[in-house]
């Protein structure tokens, strides 16, 4: 069964800071991978996608992410962290032959200090 | 606009009562799913439907249950037989078997 670890339950940055966010995934095959973002209740929005191709993702709000198939992680980084990123950011790896069955981390909860 | 809509935001419930989540969506997606998310634990999967008229259950479904009727319409009620039904439900539907799940806002269910 996949499954999906976020080492980080909470990470404090300071605005303007770089950041990553850690994702390692267990999956026997090439796996889907996704981050979302989630503001205080509020849904799931898509920061960014890999399915194939370039381990180099560019999401949405400059978030990038890079697949590393011999570390099983999809790590997230943002080079400069704005106070409206402070939110819980969740990583998901679905299966390779559907994306339709998610399995997601337990998320991590960033707080942007000014 | 595009989107998935969730009524109502937030719910309350007394126990012993069955109440009924809906998830309306106008993406013309095929596959809608249900999850639940509780601090600390990220989602959980309650149950999907690939086309009308089916679903499956996820990894939660005890003590819920949901129908498919409409291509836009995948409602979920949580009956009395769930032990534990205060949480934050989200709705979530995608196109074909290699697109994004999008999702809804959520309602927050709290049981009085």
């Known amino acids: 069964a996949q499954s999906v670890t976020q080492p980080d339950i909470h990470i404090t940055v300071s605005e303007g800071a770089s950041l990553e966010l850690r994702c390692n995934y267990s999956y026997g095959a090439t796996p889907y991978l996704f981050w979302y973002v989630q503001s205080p209740g509020q849904g799931l929005q898509l920061l960014l996608k890999?399915?194939?191709?370039?381990?180099l993702v560019q999401g949405i709000k400059g978030f990038e992410a890079e697949f590393k198939r011999s570390q099983s992680s999809f790590n997230l980084r943002k080079p400069s962290v704005h106070w409206s990123d402070a939110a819980e950011y969740f990583c998901a790896v679905g299966d390779s032959g559907s994306a339709r069955q998610l399995t997601f981390g337990s998320g991590t909860q960033l707080t942007v200090l000014p | 606009d595009g989107g998935i809509t969730q009524s109502p935001k937030y719910l309350f419930r007394k126990e012993g009562q069955n109440v009924t989540l809906s998830c309306e969506q106008n993406?013309?997606?095929?596959?809608m799913y249900w999850y639940r998310q509780d601090p600390g634990q990220g989602l959980r999967l309650i149950y999907y439907?690939?086309?009308?008229?089916?679903?499956q259950k996820g990894d939660i479904a005890e003590g819920y249950s949901v129908s498919r009727e409409k291509k836009e319409s995948f409602p979920l009620t949580v009956t009395s037989a769930q032990k534990n039904p205060t949480a934050f439900y989200l709705c979530a539907s995608s196109g074909n078997r290699r697109d994004t799940q999008y999702f809804g806002p959520g309602t927050r269910l709290t049981v009085l």
């Open positions: 993406l013309n997606h095929d596959a």
């Open positions: 439907s690939q086309i009308v008229n089916d679903f």
């Open positions: 890999y399915f194939s191709g370039d381990t």
